[in-house]
């Protein structure tokens, strides 16, 4: 059974960067796609990225291109988060999820297996 453990979150100040982690254990990560989710109070969760199943191909939520970063290291059977230039809407619990979808994409529904999240804050 695949486990996910999220780890990284914490209080940033607008336009500081954050790296989060999502740590797989029970099977290995490359063989799914992993997707980052994140939900503010009182919204639903969103996709915000996903790196596909055994290819090195993502995919970004228009409201993070080219701010944030997914990436998967095998060797450590993880996959990280790089997020920069943080706003305060993107404030939020962040979630790593992991479907045997190849392409995986950026709905909730797609995923079966989620971590317990991390909270991600950026206040001044």
């Known amino acids: 059974q695949l486990r996910l453990v999220e780890s990284g979150g914490g209080l940033v100040q607008p336009g500081g960067s954050l790296r989060l982690s999502c740590a797989a254990s029970?099977?290995?990560?490359?063989?799914?796609?992993i997707g980052w989710f994140r939900q503010a109070p009182g919204k639903e969760r969103e996709g915000v990225s996903c790196i596909y199943r055994r290819v090195n191909y993502t995919n970004y939520a228009d409201s993070v291109k080219g701010r944030f970063a997914i990436w998967r290291d095998n060797s450590k059977n993880m996959v990280f988060l790089q997020m920069n230039s943080l706003k305060p809407e993107d404030t939020a619990v962040y979630y790593c999820?992991?479907?045997?979808?190849?392409?995986?994409?950026?709905?909730?529904?797609?995923?079966?297996?989620w971590g317990q999240g991390t909270q991600v804050t950026v206040s001044s």
């Open positions: 999820a992991a479907t045997n979808v190849h392409l995986g994409g950026l709905e909730v529904t797609t995923y079966d297996y």
């Open positions: 029970g099977a290995t990560v490359e063989n799914y796609a």
